[in-house]
């Protein structure tokens, strides 16, 4: 939710104030949920999580993107940013599910660290995957269809 807000606020969509307004919400929500999961994850990884550290690094990706939509951070173009930005979504699609269940089948039988790292260069080939096979070859034909099909309604 943060992110499409952070797009519309950067391309200027709606009023600002709205935004700003749904935005903090989703960022109440965020901090709310990053509790709640912290708590969940604690028999997979057998060590508890910090809450202060969670939140400020909750926050502080809230802050960076503040930063970067209203031109106060310049990243610069980057091609690694490029890349990683057009990875964020095959990462969405993946990460929550397949780490799950991966996680709960493995957690307490593999090396922590072991694992993370494989799961970590196992999203990202996949969502690599995804992002090339199917986003770059589909996204321009269904996005004209979508823009037909709105136009209809």
Same mark, same amino acid.
């Given at each position: 939710?943060?992110g ?11 009023a ?37 550290v ?12 503040l ?15 490029t890349?990683?930005? *057009?990875?964020?979504?095959?990462? !969405?699609l =993946? #990460? ?9 089948? +493995? $957690?307490g @039988? ?11 260069? *196992?999203?990202?080939?996949?969502? !690599?995957? =995804? #992002? ?9 034909? +269904? $996005?004209? @269809?979508?823009?037909q ?5």
């Open positions: 939710m943060a499409m807000v952070f797009y519309l606020l950067q391309t200027k969509q709606a600002p104030w709205k935004l700003y307004l749904v935005l903090l919400a989703s960022y109440g929500l965020s901090l709310r949920s990053s509790r709640a999961i912290m708590d969940d994850m604690v028999p997979f990884f057998k060590e508890p999580f910090s809450l202060p969670v939140w400020t690094v909750v926050t502080g990706f809230f802050v960076a993107f930063l970067i939509i209203n031109r106060k951070l310049r990243l610069g173009y980057a091609r690694l940013l890349w990683a930005g *057009a990875l964020t979504y095959p990462i !969405y =993946l #990460h929550h599910n397949m780490g799950f269940v991966i996680l709960q089948r +493995l $957690g @039988k593999v090396d922590k660290h072991l694992l993370l790292i494989t799961l970590l260069a *196992a999203v990202f080939l996949l969502a !690599y995957g =995804l #992002h090339v096979l199917v986003e770059r070859r589909y996204s321009t034909a +269904l $996005g004209q @269809k979508l823009q099909l709105l136009a209809k309604a």
